[in-house]
Every structure is written in C-alpha cells, then in structure tokens.
C-alpha cells in the first residue's frame, strides 16, 4: 500500500516490526477472543492481530485502503466506517469485545469516551496515543494534567500506561511522543449516579480550570443550584477534587435537579 498518510484522519503509521510485535505481545490476543481493531491503516498490526485469531473486526475510515485490506487479510472482517458513528448493538457476538489500535491523535478523547459510553460491550482496550495524554490519563490531583479525562477515564475504568514510543518508529514522523495505555473496563459505578451527570458534573466543574468550583459551577448547567448543605469547600478549584468527592458532588446536584 502506497496510499499517503492524510492529516485529516490523524495517519501516522508503525513501521518498526519490533515495537509492534513488542505492543502486540503486550496484548496478547487469544484465539476465541472478538477483537476491533481501530484503524488498521496499511495493515501492520493486523497482519500479527490475524495470526492469532479469526475473529477480528477492523473498522477503518480510510476507503482508499478498505480493498487492500480485504485482500490481504481474508479472514479479517472490515468495515469502511467511522468507528465514532459505530453502532456495536448490531454486532454479534456472544463475548465482549477487546479493542486495539494506533488511533489518530486528534480523535483520541473522542475515541476514549466513545468506548466509555459502549463499556459494556468491551472487556478492555490496548491504545496507542500521544504521550502527553497518556499522562493526562493517569494523572492524580493538584497536578496540571490532573483534569476531565483523568477523572472520567479513571471512575469508568483501570488504566495504566504501559511504555513509550519513539517517533522514530512512523511514518510520517510525530513531532511528539507516543504511548501504550490499557484500559480495563472492570469498574463498579455507583448505582445511584446517573453516568452522564457524573460527566457532566465534571466537565462543567473544569468549565473554568482557573476559577473557584463555586464559579466554575456557576457559569455552566449546573448555574443557579442550591449548593447549601452539600460538604464541599466550594471555595477550592476542580483539579484539587478527587474521583470520589466529584462522585459525591454529582449525585448531591443530581438529588437538586
């Protein structure tokens, strides 16, 4: 495949054998398992990922490729879609899922709360990402990459960033770093918490990261809700809060509305 790598979809393509079959050994696909990948691009994982098992769905944006893709890898099922506007309700499968990709780096938020909100249909997902996000997503309070995706990863999911990568090894080459992240969906979510208020709770409490909680708050959906009796310093900023006081926090303006 000759095809250049567009911008627009965020193309940067592994080509170290070694780094994949590093990454893929770290995954350790097994043979009953139904795996999606995101993105097979020109194949390179998908050529190891189809070694292993029969069962793979490699849904790819990219119709330049789709054919060649096909011909490559006969026992692999393609879909030319954005996995973004995937509906896993019509896929059959008696298992959850386990997902896998190089996602483009501009869609990684919106791949990662993608697969968030279809969580029970994936056992887990093994990414690679930028670096910089990576550490976002593991990050702990009072810190400066402390923020929402660290928060909503972390109350949905186990996460742990696995190594880096250099940009030595794509093509075309980032400017950044890269990383592996493994996501686990194994969490149990308080069941008196609506999830998307908890999302929204913290996407408007980080509305204005500079600002007070009370302020940030204020200046969102949440505007003109009783805070009184709810045993938080409104006072403090968003990034000092943990996942289990923003858990709290949400179901108390949760019981409000």
Not at 61 to 89: A, H, S, W
Not at 102 to 131: C, G, W
Not at 154 to 169: D, R
Request: glycine content about 4%.
């Amino acid at each position: 495949m000759k095809n250049k790598p567009l911008k627009r979809f965020g193309q940067n393509y592994l080509t170290d054998r070694n780094t994949i079959l590093k990454i893929i050994d770290l995954f350790n696909p097994q043979k009953d398992e139904h795996i999606i990948e995101i993105g097979p691009g020109r194949g390179a994982f998908t050529k190891e990922l189809a070694t292993y098992s029969n069962n793979i769905t490699a849904i790819e944006i990219d119709n330049r490729v789709i054919e060649d893709l096909k011909e490559q890898f006969p026992n692999v099922k393609f879909l030319n879609m954005d996995f973004l506007k995937t509906d896993f309700t019509n896929f059959d499968t008696q298992s959850r899922f386990r997902a896998f990709g190089n996602i483009p780096f501009n869609l990684t938020s919106s791949i990662l709360f993608k697969l968030i909100e279809n969580r029970t249909f994936f056992s887990d997902a093994l990414l690679l990402v930028q670096y910089d996000v990576a550490k976002r997503m593991i990050s702990v309070p009072s810190t400066k990459e402390y923020g929402i995706l660290s928060i909503i990863l972390n109350y949905f999911a186990t996460v742990s960033l696995e190594f880096k990568i250099s940009p030595n090894v794509f093509t075309p080459r980032p400017r950044v770093d890269s990383a592996i992240i493994n996501l686990v969906f194994n969490k149990k979510t308080d069941p008196d918490l609506d999830d998307r208020c908890f999302v929204s709770v913290v996407k408007a409490a980080f509305g204005n990261r500079r600002k007070t909680l009370k302020n940030s708050l204020n200046n969102s959906i949440f505007a003109g809700c009783n805070l009184d009796d709810i045993q938080i310093d409104f006072t403090r900023r968003a990034e000092t809060l943990t996942i289990d006081e923003f858990v709290y926090l949400a179901k108390e303006l949760q019981r409000r509305e």
